[in-house]
């Protein structure tokens, strides 16, 4: 499918999976994959999940939550949601018809999202008192939101919650940052040490980029991931997902004719009245999305859905959350897309148009494509986004997330603009191909088989070029020649369970993707592999050793270019452009599933021809993907005048990025025997003598200035 707006889209991505089914199976005591995973580990005091949407956290911490009351002693458990829509998804459960030890039951007066009233300050305090009799009682559960939990902390104290469990969902909205007061709260119960704490989420990395716990503090938790790509390659039905952002020209409700397809099941999220794309009036903007689906006929009574007759003659049924201005109406509408009786109807509703509702915990299975205008606050919102259309459901086999860009006029003005949009899509892309991916083991060369994966026919050889699978979690075991291993504890946590965290980091760092993408020509890889992903690391993790925060880099780079050098490897840039045929049983000729190879195949080839060690990975650029489908789709002309204004900003060093660079260059002199030249032909090796004579102009200035000039 070319680009439906107009001249050009951003990196596209695409994941096909191989339906096993194992992501919907249940054991005998009734849970599902990841939720035996996660009851593996209910013993500890301090459990963090990390598990997609739809995955069955909720089910997960009801029977964690169960066995912690009954089995570990603690007295009660209070449940924490951010908003009180969620608070559904923590309903009575009669788990023992699955054969588990106990129900799951909340009395009606504890489930405060139930509770009257919008969710604001002055309504939160109002349902402290509850909370307070709640702890005075002997029920076992209760229900809030984030809100009325931060108030009740507030008013009954930190002590008064002593030898309960609190469980926090969607914890990426918890923040280590001191004006965050969740957060703060978490940290002074974790201070106390005399609860216990579940935290659950969606994301794989906080949006703001802001650290969700302090590093002391995280190191607490034992974490249990379960990645998207064991969620999607478990599904029955689902077995493709695209992701392409767009640019458009002109008006967006003009676009988005081009690309809603009534024949699927949408959910439109139209921008923020504040955004460029916006036409600053709402309720105008859904009235013309629902006349280019074809002729309104009216409001259906009992579920106050909107009903318009499209161009085939079918009726569709769309659901406006925008509107605000009938309480009633929109209550009206909410309860029919709740209502439980219709939940396994695939023709209740057609199309959702909403503004900041219909994202995190909404469910809808039916869902095939989600259309999205206008940037998202954060790439945590676009990872709930693209959930809300990655739930499995009969005869569902295709899943697609469509973000449609404003791109700028021709104006200089707007150069700039554009430039940032450009890059938070790429990020947004390059971030979401990394969610997706199954997920690596790396060990220096000649480390030894690894438990778990099957290394072909050959099985491990001693000094070849090994590629294990594990067939249970799609994780790949690669050996990397030089690959520095982390020592302590933390280091190896980091390395395990927080890659994802420093990546995104990374890929949203707007200096090495600016220059990476858009400079190619002018920027040496081990500027944005060594320096910029180097810094990143120090910065985040302070308290690592310098050993540790190599070895965390060093994994870092690996994931991000081995993933980026195995799309390239395959040749198919764009893959997500071009639409899986509707017959495609997604097997080979034999009929055998062949599942999500696509990054495997590439990785293969890609470890067949080179000879992996960390200075290779170290001189890829990681962004090299990005300008190659960049390069093929984008209009010349304006990708030669957005690179012009990239190559015009001149760069200086900074006194630590000098001092680093002077560290490189004596690492490379005991190595090599001598000190980097100036005049290298070889970029990196130029780079590190310009370091060292940078640095040593900042130590002479400083000394000239009355310093000591020590380094």
Same mark, same amino acid.
């Given at each position: ?66 066995d912690k009351l009954n089995n570990q002693g603690l007295q009660q458990a209070i449940v924490v949601v951010p908003e009180r829509s969620i608070g559904g998804s923590f ?410 965290? *420093? %990546?995104?980091?990374?890929? #949203?760092? $707007?200096? !090495? =993707? /600016? ?43 690996? *994931? %991000?270019?081995?993933?980026? #050098?195995? $799309?390239? !490897? =395959? /040749? ?44 290779? %990975? ?7 993907? !990005? ?55 070889? !970029? ?6 310009e370091g060292v004579a940078a640095f040593a102009r900042y130590r002479a200035q400083a000394k000239a200035q009355g310093g000591n000039g020590n380094g």
């Amino acid at each position: 499918m070319t680009n439906p707006i107009n001249t050009y889209t951003v990196p596209s991505v695409s994941i096909t999976t191989a339906r096993t089914g194992a992501s919907a199976k249940a054991n005998e005591l009734g849970m599902r994959a990841m939720q035996e995973r996660a009851y593996a580990k209910r013993g500890e005091q301090y459990l963090l999940i990390k598990s997609p949407p739809a995955s069955g956290k909720s089910r997960a911490l009801m029977f964690i939550a169960l066995d912690k009351l009954n089995n570990q002693g603690l007295q009660q458990a209070i449940v924490v949601v951010p908003e009180r829509s969620i608070g559904g998804s923590f309903a009575d459960e009669a788990l023992t018809q699955r054969g588990f030890y106990w129900d799951w039951t909340v009395a009606p007066q504890w489930n405060l999202c139930n509770a009257p009233g919008i969710d604001e300050p002055r309504v939160a305090r109002s349902k402290v008192e509850a909370v307070k009799k709640f702890l005075a009682s002997d029920d076992k559960v209760l229900i809030c939101t984030h809100a009325t939990f931060r108030f009740a902390v507030e008013e009954l104290g930190i002590q008064a919650f002593d030898n309960r469990l609190i469980a926090v969902d969607e914890f990426h909205h918890v923040s280590a940052n001191p004006d965050n007061k969740l957060g703060s709260q978490l940290g002074a119960f974790i201070a106390r040490d005399k609860v216990h704490l579940v935290a659950m989420t969606g994301s794989y990395f906080r949006g703001d980029s802001e650290a969700v716990l302090s590093p002391s503090d995280e190191g607490k938790f034992e974490t249990v991931t379960y990645t998207y790509y064991e969620q999607l390659n478990g599904y029955r039905w689902l077995k493709s997902l695209d992701i392409g952002y767009f640019f458009y020209t002109g008006r967006y409700v003009d676009a988005v004719a081009k690309v809603l397809d009534p024949a699927l099941k949408t959910i439109v999220h139209i921008p923020s009245v504040n955004s460029r794309e916006s036409l600053k009036d709402k309720e105008r903007e859904v009235n013309e999305i629902m006349h280019a689906l074809g002729e309104w006929k009216g409001i259906d009574e009992t579920t106050g859905f909107h009903l318009i007759e499209g161009r085939d003659g079918r009726t569709l049924k769309v659901a406006d959350l925008v509107d605000d201005s009938d309480a009633a109406q929109r209550s009206r509408v909410l309860g029919a897309l709740k209502d439980p009786a219709h939940k396994d109807d695939r023709d209740h509703v057609d199309i959702i148009i909403a503004l900041g509702m219909a994202k995190e915990g909404f469910d809808w299975i039916w869902c095939e494509h989600a259309l999205t205008i206008g940037y998202r606050s954060s790439l945590t919102e676009v990872v709930q986004i693209i959930g809300r259309a990655t739930r499995d459901a009969e005869g569902k086999e295709r899943a697609r997330f469509t973000n449609l860009i404003a791109e700028p006029t021709a104006e200089q003005s707007a150069v700039a603009e554009a430039v940032n949009d450009m890059l938070k899509a790429i990020s947004a892309s390059l971030l979401m191909e990394q969610v997706l991916a199954p997920r690596y083991e790396f060990t220096p060369r000649n480390a030894g088989a690894q438990e778990g994966f099957d290394y072909g026919p050959d099985g491990y050889v001693d000094g070849g070029k090994n590629l294990g699978v594990n067939k249970e979690t799609g994780e790949i075991h690669i050996e990397i020649n030089g690959l520095a291993k982390p020592k302590s504890k933390e280091g190896k946590r980091i390395c395990k369970e927080d890659l994802n965290e *420093v %990546i995104a980091a990374f890929i #949203q760092d $707007k200096p !090495a =993707l /600016e220059r990476g993408t858009l400079d190619k020509e002018n920027t040496i890889p081990e500027e944005l592999t060594i320096e910029r992903l180097g810094k990143i690391v120090r910065e985040r993790y302070p308290e690592l050793s310098e050993a540790d925060q190599e070895a965390v880099r060093q994994h870092a780079i690996a *994931v %991000i270019n081995i993933t980026q #050098q195995a $799309k390239l !490897a =395959l /040749e198919t840039p764009g893959q997500a452009e071009v639409p899986v045929p509707a017959n495609d049983s997604g097997g080979d000729e034999a009929g055998h599933a062949k599942g999500n190879t696509d990054l495997l195949d590439g990785v293969r080839k890609f470890i067949n021809v080179r000879d992996l060690d960390i200075d290779l %990975i170290d001189r890829i650029n990681p962004f090299e993907a !990005a300008y190659a489908v960049l390069a093929k789709t984008m209009d010349e002309k304006s990708l030669r005048q957005i690179q012009a204004s990239i190559a015009a900003k001149t760069v200086k060093l900074t006194e630590d990025e000098a001092r680093e660079l002077a560290k490189r260059a004596l690492q490379f002199k005991n190595e090599r025997g001598r000190v980097p030249d100036i005049n290298s032909p070889d !970029a990196w090796e130029k780079r590190m003598a310009e370091g060292v004579a940078a640095f040593a102009r900042y130590r002479a200035q400083a000394k000239a200035q009355g310093g000591n000039g020590n380094g």
